[in-house]
């Protein structure tokens, strides 16, 4: 997720504040999730995808951008 958070709120021109406020979460929570600090619970994880639009899955595939299922699983093995 690390990144993911930061590039989908410059995409929809979001600050990180804006994001927290609409989830009802902390600024720190959601930074730390941007910086790969932390990663969301289940719920937090959940309304981060319904918030977004973007399905679970992309939003911490490495080929989120040009996803395509079977890509996603093979690019996995070459993750640092």
Not at 3 to 12: D, F, I, N, S, T
């Amino acid at each position: 997720l690390r990144g993911r958070v930061g590039q989908l709120a410059g995409k929809h021109n979001l600050p990180l504040k804006k994001i927290a406020t609409d989830l009802g979460l902390s600024v720190s929570t959601v930074s730390c999730w941007e910086l790969g600090k932390r990663f969301p619970t289940g719920r937090h994880f959940e309304l981060l995808a319904e918030y977004t639009g973007v399905p679970p899955c992309r939003l911490f595939c490495v080929m989120a951008d040009e996803c395509v299922p079977a890509d996603c699983l093979l690019a996995m093995g070459k993750m640092p």
